[in-house]
């Protein structure tokens, strides 16, 4: 068999695949409403600090004070599909946050935000669910690109859904016809 070339090995997705474009700080515009983020932050400046960034970008925060809170609104049917929690809260804290929404399978985009910056912190947080991890105290550049990231994740995992649901929709069509016209 001859080698394959480049052009050989191209690839395109079977559906269309967009974001909305970055906010641009300072464009002059008003911000677009991209996406529902949940902010999850025991100490009031910092839940300050990041709901007016976030709204500044252009999303839309909703705003915890505690683990439970959170748990509360991540659990609604309109819940936001990225949440960023703080991993020290009362109540409940962001671990055991992203271990009860990972236990309903719910598809949801966390950044864990502490002050913990040990390699084994970064794995205990990973492991108990978390997508991301940002240490505290932390650029919010960084930031806006960790939600970016977010984003695309949670585009790309919509898509695939809606392709599952379609293949799925379209055998359930096959077998009904098969069955009424044996």
């Not at 474009?21 to 008003?30: M, Q, V």
């Not at 600090?49 to 049917?77: C, F, H, P």
């Not at 990225?82 to 055991?96: F, R, T, V």
């Not at 690109?145 to 293949?167: D, F, S, Y």
Request: glycine letters at 6%; proline letters at 7%.
């Amino acid at each position: 068999m001859p080698p394959l070339n480049h052009d050989q090995l191209k690839f395109t997705h079977p559906w269309p695949l967009s974001l909305p474009p970055d906010p641009i700080p300072g464009a002059g515009k008003a911000p677009v409403r991209l996406s529902r983020i949940l902010v999850a932050e025991d100490d009031a400046i910092s839940r300050e600090l990041i709901s007016s960034r976030l709204e500044k970008w252009g999303y839309e925060a909703i705003v915890t004070q505690n683990g439970l809170d959170a748990l509360m609104a991540l659990r609604k049917k309109d819940a936001p599909s990225i949440a960023i929690l703080d991993w020290m809260m009362p109540d409940m804290d962001g671990l055991e946050v992203c271990r009860r929404i990972r236990e309903v399978d719910r598809v949801l985009y966390i950044i864990l935000l502490t002050a913990r910056g040990s390699k084994a912190n970064l794995l205990e947080g990973l492991r108990a669910g978390a997508d991301d991890y940002l240490v505290k105290p932390f650029d919010k550049d960084e930031l806006h690109a960790r939600i970016l990231v977010g984003l695309r994740v949670m585009a790309l995992q919509t898509a695939l859904l809606g392709r599952v649901n379609a293949l799925e929709a379209g055998n359930r069509e096959k077998l009904a016809t098969a069955f009424f016209d044996s």
